[in-house]
């Protein structure tokens, strides 16, 4: 006779942290609890904006050593830091509806200019430990995942499957119907914007000053400081 095999669904809701400081957060002493509190296949549903990322690595590593099969399920968002542990799953499903973001890590640093010469070196080791998760699943090179990072590139579950970072969706997908795969880079889309603009609009200086138009180039810049101003 053989022995029935556990099946047992973990949630991974919230913003994950070291500590918590809100009822929503996660955090690797919360998950570990869960985890380890029973035995036999798991089903883990990630809905998370991401946060910590040595909290994410850590619980990645929880669920790559787990003995058992490890299926993740994205039913809202992986994004950040929640997409390097949906990177952690045997199998990986996603909601037709759901979302997967990736972007460059990011800091807060205060001193002098050795402390953030610092600060930099430590943000570029932790996007190459994001990329060493992201390629044992993605079939795309580690240059092609770093530009993603910097593009902070918003994916949906065609394009995820696509690219690798998925191995299903939930429910499966329908042949006879089109699908449009779907990569946002808010980069690209802001960079496109701007080249346009300064394409096709021509903005007269002061007549005292000169009769030509203002150069693409000035006018990027002005753009650019108008936008990083709103922000």
């Known amino acids: 006779m053989n022995e029935e095999v556990l099946e047992r669904t973990l949630y991974l809701n919230g913003q994950i942290a070291e500590q918590s400081w809100f009822d929503d957060d996660v955090t690797p002493k919360q998950f570990k ?3 380890h509190s029973g035995s036999g296949n798991i089903t883990v549903w990630i809905n998370s904006g991401g946060g910590d990322c040595v909290a994410a690595a850590s619980i990645y590593n ?21 997409s390097v542990i949906a990177m952690a799953g ?18 807060v640093a205060f001193g002098e200019k050795v402390d953030m010469q610092k600060a930099i070196a430590m943000l570029d080791e932790v996007k190459e430990s994001i990329i060493n998760a992201y390629e044992t699943r993605a079939n795309c090179s580690r240059v092609q995942l770093a ?24 429910g499966g997908i329908d042949t006879d119907i089109p699908v449009n795969n779907c990569a946002y880079s808010e980069v690209a889309i802001t960079n496109n914007l701007m080249e346009k603009i300064a394409e096709k609009c021509k903005i007269e200086p002061a007549k005292e000053v000169s009769n030509n138009t203002i150069k693409a180039e000035t006018f990027m810049s002005r753009l650019e400081l108008i936008k990083n101003w709103r922000n």
């Open 33 to 35: 609890e869960e985890l």
């Open 62 to 82: 929880m669920l790559r050593e787990y003995k058992g099969e490890v299926t993740v399920k994205i039913d809202g968002i992986a994004a950040s830091a929640a």
């Open 90 to 107: 045997t199998k990986i499903l996603m909601s037709p509806v759901a979302m997967m973001m990736s972007h460059n890590p990011s800091t």
């Open 147 to 170: 530009h993603m990072m910097d593009a902070e590139t918003w994916m949906d579950a065609h394009k995820a499957v696509e690219l690798g970072f998925a191995d299903e969706i939930i």
